[in-house]
């Protein structure tokens, strides 16, 4: 009788929920884990919310929620993209957290 090796879980919680963010097809579980590493503000989980701003919508507004815990150059260009993002609401959530964009 053969053993299942469950196949290899990240080691932390912020890297399980970064793989969730990246990789689960559901989409509300993807914007939920992005909602986390947010609250969580850990590091380790910065490369997948910045993912998330490629993601759906409703994915793509919550990372840009959870990138106020971060700080980084990465983060201002995530940031920057967001404000042409074709979804209003991404738009508008980027305004609410850095105020209006600047015109020239």
Do not use: C, N, Y
């Not at 815990?69 to 260009?77: L, S």
């Amino acid at each position: 009788m053969g053993v299942r090796r469950a196949r290899q879980r990240p080691s932390t919680p912020t890297l399980r929920l970064a793989q969730l963010a990246t990789e689960h097809d559901d989409p509300l579980v993807r914007e939920s884990a992005v909602a986390a590493i947010g609250a969580l503000g850990d590091e380790l989980g910065l490369p997948a919310v910045l993912e998330a701003t490629t993601d759906k919508p409703a994915v793509r507004r919550r990372a840009v929620l959870a990138l106020a815990a971060f700080e980084g150059p990465e983060v201002d260009a995530a940031w920057e993209r967001a404000r042409t993002d074709r979804d209003r609401q991404v738009r508008d959530a980027v305004d609410e957290l850095l105020g209006p964009a600047e015109r020239a």
